[in-house]
Nanobody
């Protein structure tokens, strides 16, 4: 059982940077994605990183600003968020999947393991 735990969320100002982390045993063999959900809005795919090659995919709203990466041991996944905007405010969730399906990892249904989320608030 993979139990992701997120950390790093906090209150920041527009234009600031923030790094989120997701830790779990077994993450080295799982694809990991970040999703976010703002109050009153649908859950949104943010970024995905594969297990073996660290291939990454990004949602359109964060391309060029956010970067997903793995540490050398691959049991920790980071989400580096730069040039933050107020519209990035949301609870950010880490999710893990045992499989990587190219072009489809934005689908929340592919992930059986989810963390509890970490709040990111960006003030204007």
């Amino acid at each position: 059982q993979v139990q992701p735990v997120e950390s790093g969320g906090e209150l920041v100002q527009a234009g600031d940077s923030l790094r989120l982390s997701c830790v779990a045993s077994g993450l080295n063999t799982h694809a990991v994605s970040w999703f976010r959900q703002a109050p009153g809005k649908e859950r949104e795919f943010v970024a995905a990183i594969s297990a073996r090659t660290s291939t990454t995919n990004y949602g359109d709203s964060v391309k060029g600003r956010f970067t997903a990466s793995r540490d050398n041991g691959k049991t920790t996944v980071h989400l580096q968020m730069n040039s933050l905007k107020p519209e990035d405010t949301a609870v950010y969730y880490c999710a893990a999947s045992p499989a990587w399906y190219p072009g489809t990892m934005y689908a929340a249904g592919l992930y059986p393991y989810w963390g509890q989320g970490t709040q990111v608030t960006v003030s204007s």
